[in-house]
């Protein structure tokens, strides 16, 4: 009766683990499933080759970032952009716009001006030879759409909301 308790008492800890070890498994396999699962179902992200189209359709976040920072476009053609604040952030503390520079204007002394607009949603008017076009200055869940065209170059955009231009900023190349 000694040894059979003995081994009782020897073997029940090693079932109980071996049990116990399958459970884990069973359950990290699970989990390995699962993430495999939810990770095909989310978008790859990647970076498209650069598409020609006069359509554009641009995003500005919480984070201060467009979806896109580089946009090409037709030269000498009308473009249509629309500009969709998805944050949710109050308009006072995250609103954004989208200003296309003229060729040759200095971002940031334009930014710096801007910054002090506030009267004006950031568009400084005494800048406005600087800007080939814009949207108005936009709250959550809002979007605007501008029509405009450019001659054939490279043109810089920004945001201009006090701080924004520097991590919201981009390229448009006119082909």
């Given amino acids: 009766m000694r040894k059979l308790m003995m081994y009782a008492a020897f073997a029940a800890p090693l079932f109980l683990a071996s049990c116990g070890g399958n459970q884990k498994t069973e359950s990290t396999e699970n989990q390995a499933a699962t993430t495999d699962t939810t990770a095909a179902a989310l978008p790859e992200v990647t970076t498209p080759a650069a598409t020609v189209s006069n359509t554009v359709d641009l995003t500005a976040n919480d984070q201060m970032k467009y979806s896109m920072n580089e946009i090409h476009v037709k030269a000498g053609e009308k473009v249509t952009l ?14 954004h716009n989208f200003i296309l520079l003229s060729g040759g204007t200095d971002k940031e002394a334009f930014a710096m001006k801007a910054m002090v607009a506030k009267t004006t949603d ?49 390229k448009l190349i006119a082909e």
Avoid: Q, R, W
């Fill in 82 to 95: 629309t500009l969709k604040n998805v944050g949710t952030m109050p308009k006072a503390s995250m609103a």
């Fill in 122 to 170: 950031y568009i400084p008017a005494a800048l406005s030879k600087s800007i080939m076009a814009h949207t108005k200055l936009l709250g959550p869940g809002e979007s605007d759409t501008i029509t405009f065209t450019v001659p054939a170059g490279t043109y810089e955009f920004i945001c201009s909301f006090p701080g924004h231009y520097a991590s919201m900023n981009g």
